[in-house]
């Protein structure tokens, strides 16, 4: 491991030592959409419509059953609503019509349900399961960039290699959430708290955001 990850997870650890996903949820299906939902989003933005949802349609097979233009209105604020309240709908009609409700583990078979891909699927396996994987959503990708974990032009898919060979198996799913919210709160994309930070000695960008 390489003095910069061994620095990293010791920070990360400092800061976050029991780290929570933000989106609020109260089973499986509901984390799913929710992460769905984030897609260019924010998790406050999410948090704002995900309860009218659940209580407005409180099983899968209503929510099978939500007439569209009521769910798009209900999501309008997390943007992209229309292609959003659509996948809502077609995943839970597949949830009801094949799984008997419960979101399977398989990462092939969920990576074909309507808006969910790689990213989406990490974040569900690592917070609802427990099942190491790491997700590079544009946090993780950003501090990674900067701590020179990956370069500049790397896929998201390329960092999470990376990434997956630099850190142990078991903190993966802990790692990513760690990295969310140092990203979040800390290595923001404008304005990085960069002056007290034990790692900027290793950062690509530290000058420009020390000048």
Known sequence: MTIVMNKLLEYLEYLFPYPKCELIYQNDYQLLMAIVLSAQSTDKRVNSVTPIIFSKYKTLEELKL???SDLEQIIRPVGSFR???AFL???ATILVDEFGGVVPTDREVLE????V???TVNVFLGEFYGIPAIAVDTHVERVSKRLKLAYSNDSVFDVERKL???VPKERWAKFHLQMVLFGRYYCKAVKPLCKDCPLKDFCREKKKNLD
């Open 66 to 68: 939500a007439d569209l």
């Open 83 to 85: 292609k959003k309240a």
């Open 89 to 91: 709908k077609g995943i």
């Open 112 to 115: 074909r349900f309507p808006g």
């Open 117 to 119: 891909g790689r990213k």
């Open 164 to 166: 997956m060979k630099k």
